[in-house]
């Protein structure tokens, strides 16, 4: 039976806040989605769910607590709904020397941020969208002043991520917001060791791979398949930039699909009910969570109880999109400049609190077993037409499929001898990437060719005319798009 409601005299009083920026009167409810992203604060949630106002004012209690908008000036207007700056940081000082060994966390930490996101709820309470900032993007600060040294600085150009370093969460949402336009209403911060304990509370995470996921700078080796991972190697799977040609892009995408999974599993595996276990636990992870002062134990209640509703479908993530890899900008190095008018409309659709892609007709794309971006192909020009390959290898990139971007001709092509019918090559182990594959070809033969490897073959014959869009039936998302949470589980 449901709570009748309580008349407004018998609701606890809140403690007194200190005056904030005037903006447009919005009826205040409890954010339902913000902690959720984190992992860390999950395990606070999930505690918050149903052991009551005591125990979680407790816990609220163990948070470290920072102030990343002292005296900031000139911000922007605040927006509908709340936007959250949810920073993944190296710290690993807690983590011991036999876990440091066996997760490759050798080294000392720069400390910096490894992971950003700005994480929206909407205004009703009913939809997150959660956007990914590259931590090599190209950024230029705000004048400032070194948290270290003491020392004033002017505006200058970095990478994002070292933002952190030179003048902590303070010039990380300054610089953001610089960035964004995007007013910042709450810090959360984790780093390493609350993760990996997040991740282990839980039970694992459930995460699928259709190729195998080999790093040796973090030691991630998944086979293909489904596979429930624990808190290091979990670790291992959200760090790893080596495992393909996508480097920090294909990394963020395996964060937002993992943070999802992590979501379905903390809401769909019957862990709500049992408040009383993370009462207990949750003190050994708090240790590691900064948070601004306006998280408080109110906060934490309602998001508790909000999360027993919380469906996957109602998020969504993406990631800035990008404009030019590797621009150079001197005394910095190799950087992420986005792409301005994307970017633009973008952030436009975060300060407006509108989802952010509209859904296409299903009709236009056709569903098939394996992303795009999960198939991996070699274009070869099987006619004497010069420049097919380019032609190819460029319309199947733009429809999401990993291109080697160096089509050549094929081996036994001649003027009088040139194949007719486009050929999709492959190994049959990969069977069911050929078939997604030669979905988008309309007309092309499929060819078993043992030894052929992940690399799947497409020799353009003189059939072809366009590459149609695909779209996978759990697919995981391109790093240019929308994906939502649903989308990232597996099947």
Known sequence: MPTPPRSPAARPQRRPQPPRSVRPPVRRKKPRWAMRAVTTLSVVVLAAAGIGHAVVTSLDADITRVDPFKDMKNRPRAGHGMNVLLVG??????????????????GAPCRCTDTMMIVHISEDRERASVVSLPRDSYAVTPAHTDRTTGKRHHGHP?????????????????????????KIDHYLEVDFTSFMKTVDVLGGVEICTTEPLKDTYTGLDLPPGTHTIQGGQALQ????????????????????????????????????????????????????????????THELLDLGRAMRSFSPSSSEFTTVPIGQMGYAVKGVGSTLKWDARKAGRLFRALREDKPLSARKPQSKVLRVDVAPQQIRVQVENGTATAGLGKRVDAALAATGFRTTRLPVNAADRTVKRTVKRTVVAYDPGWDRSA?????????????????????????????????????????????????????????
Do not use: W
């Open 89 to 106: 940081t190296d710290g690993r000082d807690k983590i011991s020397e036999d876990e440091r060994r066996k997760y490759r966390l050798g």
């Open 237 to 296: 799977y959200v760090r790893s930039r080596h495992v393909d040609g996508t480097s920090d892009l294909g990394r963020m995408q395996r964060q937002q699909r993992f943070m999802a999974a992590l979501i379905d599993r903390a809401t769909s595996s019957g862990i709500l009910l049992n408040p009383m276990k993370f009462r207990d636990i949750t003190r050994a992870v708090l240790g590691s969570v900064r948070a601004d002062k306006g998280f408080g």
């Open 158 to 182: 970095l990478k994002l991520n070292a933002a952190y370093a030179e003048g902590g969460p303070q010039l990380t949402v300054r610089t953001v917001e610089s960035m964004t336009r995007v």
């Open 435 to 491: 078939k997604s594959l030669a979905a988008a070809l309309p007309g092309s033969e499929l060819r078993a060719v043992k030894g052929l490897g992940a690399t799947l073959k497409v020799i353009a014959g003189t059939d072809f005319r366009e590459v149609r869009r695909v779209r996978a039936v759990n697919p995981a998302q391109g790093a240019f798009g929308v994906m939502r949470g649903d989308e990232a589980l597996c099947p």
